[in-house]
């Protein structure tokens, strides 16, 4: 198999500008924009919520941070309506905000 230098056989062509530049936008296209839920969305994801509360049953969450979706699994032990934060019995607190989905595990 023929072993080639990769991307350092380029990397001398280019000015550092440009290494940064490319480097920032390889960054930049992996970041995730925060999803926009209509309100049927919305409505499940309250149920969904609501009922692994009242029923401590483990719920899959998809959380929105920043750049990125992640996923975090945990039944709830507390829901703030106040403050608008849910609290996973491991001590992780979740804006309502930041929220994407709810699936209930049964």
Same mark, same amino acid.
């Given at each position: ?5 990769? !991307?350092?056989?380029? %990397? ?10 490319? +480097?920032?936008? $390889?960054?930049?296209? $992996?970041?995730? !924009? ?9 409505? /499940?994801? %309250?149920?969904?919520? /609501? +009922?692994?509360? %009242? #029923?401590? /049953?483990? *719920?899959?969450?998809?959380?929105? #941070?920043?750049?990125? *979706?992640?996923?975090?699994?945990? +039944? *709830? ?8 934060? *849910? $609290?996973?019995? %491991?001590? /992780? ?14």
């Amino acid at each position: 198999m023929n072993k080639d230098r990769g !991307t350092i056989k380029w %990397n001398a062509m280019m000015l550092p500008e440009h290494v940064k530049f490319l +480097r920032e936008w $390889q960054e930049e296209d $992996q970041l995730v !924009t925060k999803p926009q839920l209509d309100e049927a969305l919305v409505e /499940q994801l %309250n149920t969904n919520l /609501q +009922r692994a509360y %009242n #029923e401590r /049953q483990p *719920i899959n969450l998809k959380v929105w #941070e920043k750049t990125a *979706i992640y996923q975090v699994c945990g +039944r *709830i032990q507390k829901m703030n309506m106040n403050e608008k934060y *849910i $609290q996973l019995e %491991n001590g /992780q607190k979740f804006l309502f905000e930041a929220l994407c989905d709810a699936v209930i595990d049964e």
